[in-house]
């Protein structure tokens, strides 16, 4: 069953009145690489924390490769490597590169969760395709955020999942960090066969692979190949501050409101 | 006199052996508020000891002991609110308005007895009785114990709490070890120091070792809790003050000093 799947989805904040996501419905058949695109408040970050298992008091129905990430949350760690913004990541921590990557493997044992000769080798296999082996040794909070990207892109892909889930992983890089990143996910997804469903503002690093986008704000305002989507008609219903001058459409930073 | 002075140094060195492991977690785990509601907590359960003690004539368990599940109880209380998506800052305040409550319930039912709880404010360290060396000994060796077993656990939950729940980690459980270690620290520091001083160093080691250095934080922050606490009682006796102004002066000099001496510097790949 490898798909997700998405079946009038609603969910509600505690407190609050609106919902941060109203009915939202769409499939997805693997294999795919595609990128939730919306204004802020749209709803993306809390449709990827719906499907990773971490918001859970939802209404309707949510698949996973026929998993429900509201109750079945150990299959759903096995299958999907979360990576959240680099925001959420605690800069107090004092913790090391390799002890970073180590948790997503460790993570498959249970206490006292000792590091075999075997796991240090994937770990060191992982550090060398996403080109972070020079840095194992070094504090995470040392880094830039292109190269802790890749750390915790490193920590996901060690445990060999099905599927990546990604959080804003182009939020506070240079714009050539982000083609890279886009480039490095579209690798793994390729060469590795994994899926990859990412929340973004802005999907231009990412065109050249040619991306699946859905279109999000609260409700699902398209869905299908950017070329597709990516177009006046859907945009201007999706996002409230879009300006128009001459032929050109920008595309303003807006709270999301829902447009009517 | 010789005695009493070596008791002293004793205490100082098992006190600061065991903020200097623990303040570094509670600084990066986000805890210092709880840390702070659990010292609060750590009043509340020596006015209900009290109670029971004196008032009751229950003798067993110790107060100590009685003080400690009251403060775990409370650590409980944080770790509930918190699952239940209230923030550290507004679990740990609804906390120590709980042990504010209980401490005038208890002291108004301990009568004259409720004065007795005055040495866990300003603390007993000045004339150190070898229980205090015991409590100290047993209390830093359960928390090494938790720190050696649980050690990767808690960092992962602390760099990462919603990266590590997705991964498969207890978070809520390694979570209350976080709190169980603090509380064990702020009774044994309480009961030893006196809640001025318990305040000054479960804070100042930590935070000033981690923003000195992140990868020699641990014996860092053993350092700076030695000196803040040798170097603070003996320049209290100096001074002829309570120990508590000397420690907090010495942590006050530590920090500052320690601000001069960081640096901070940050990789990219190019």
Known sequence: MGEIVVKNLTYYYPGEEVPALEEVTFTLKRPFYTIIMGPNGAGKTTLIKVLVGLLRDYFGEVRVYGHDPARERTEISKIVGYVPQLINVNDLAPIKVREVIEMGLMSLQSPPRIITERDRKKVEEIMEMLKIRKYADDMFTELSGGLRQRVLLARALVKSPKILLLDEPFSMLDFNIKCEIAGLLYEIHRDLNIDVLMVAHEVSPCIPYEPQVIVLNRRIYGIGKASDVLRPEVLSRAYPGITRMGGLMIIGEDHAHHPR | ?270
């Open chain 2, 1 to 270: 006199m010789l005695i009493i002075l070596v008791n002293l140094m004793i205490a100082a060195l098992l006190s600061s052996l065991m903020v200097g492991i623990a303040s570094p977690m509670i600084t990066f785990s986000k805890s210092l508020m709880a840390g702070f509601s659990f010292i609060h907590g750590v009043l509340a359960g020596g006015l209900l000891a009290t109670y029971l003690y004196y008032v009751l004539d229950l003798t067993v368990p110790p107060p100590e002991v009685i003080t400690l599940l009251y403060v775990i109880a409370i650590a409980f209380l944080v770790g509930e609110l918190i699952e239940r998506g209230y923030s550290t800052d507004a679990a740990s305040a609804i906390s120590t308005s709980v042990s504010a409550m209980f401490s005038v319930l208890f002291a108004f039912l301990s009568g004259p007895y409720a004065s007795r709880a005055w040495a866990i404010v300003i603390g007993t360290s000045v004339i150190v009785a070898p229980k205090d060396i015991i409590l100290l000994t047993v209390f830093l060796v359960l928390l090494v114990i938790i720190q050696v077993l649980f050690k990767k656990e808690l960092m992962y939950i602390s760099f990462d709490p919603e990266g590590a729940y997705t991964l498969g980690y207890a978070v809520r459980f390694y979570r209350y070890i976080i709190y169980i270690s603090i509380a064990l620290v702020v009774v044994a520091l309480t009961y030893t120091l006196g809640i001025i001083i318990a305040h000054i160093l479960i804070a100042t080691p930590g935070a000033l070792a981690l923003s000195i250095s992140h990868k020699r934080y641990l014996q860092i922050s053993i350092l700076i809790a030695l000196v803040i606490s040798l170097a603070g009682y003996i320049l209290a006796y100096v001074m002829g003050t309570p120990p508590s102004v000397g420690v907090g002066l010495m942590a006050s000099g530590v920090l500052i000093a320690g601000e001069l001496f960081k640096r901070r510097g940050i990789k990219s790949a190019q």
